[in-house]
C-alpha cells in the first residue's frame, strides 16, 4: 500500500486528528531529511530527500485543516467530493447559504452586524465538523460525508469573504 499524508507523519487516518501530535510528527519527519542531514550526500540522495521533504509538507499542510483533512479521508475511501460538478445540496442549506449572502452584503461597513454574522457561521462551521467527524471516524458513511464536506468547503469560503 502507498504512503498516505496520514502514515507519512505517523498519524491515524482520522478526521478528529489530535492537532498537537500532528505538529510534533511534522516537526520529526522534517528534521529526518532536512537538507543539513545531507550536505554530503550525493546529488541523488539530495534529491530524494527534498522529495520525501515536499510529501511531509504536502501532508501536514492537508491534514492541518479540517476542511483538506476530511475531503482527503473522502478520497482515501474511493468517495470524490466532485466539488467543481456536484453542485447538489440540501435545500435547506441551499436556503441559509443565501440567507448568509444577503446578510453578508448587509453587514459590510457594520462592525456588529458582521461579528455577528461571522459568529453565526463560525457556530454552524463547528457543528458541521462534528457531523462529518461522526461521519468519518463513527459510521464511516463517505458519501455523506462528502455532502458535509462541501458544506463546509462554502462555509470557509463565506468566512474568508468576511476577512
Partial sequence: MADTHF???NLEPVFNLNLDALEQNWRAASAQVHPDRFA???AAEKRIAMQWAANINQAY???KKPV???AYLCQLA???LEAENNTRMDPEFLMKQMQ???ELDEARGNATALA???DEVQAAQNTLQSEIGQLLDSTKDYAQAADKVRQLMFLVKIQDEMK
Fill in 7 to 9: 502514515s507519512l507523519l
Fill in 78 to 80: 474511493g468517495q470524490d
Fill in 68 to 70: 483538506s483533512r476530511a
Fill in 40 to 42: 554530503t550526500a550525493s
Fill in 116 to 118: 455577528s454574522l461571522r
Fill in 61 to 63: 499542510q492537508v491534514l
Fill in 100 to 102: 448568509w449572502r444577503e
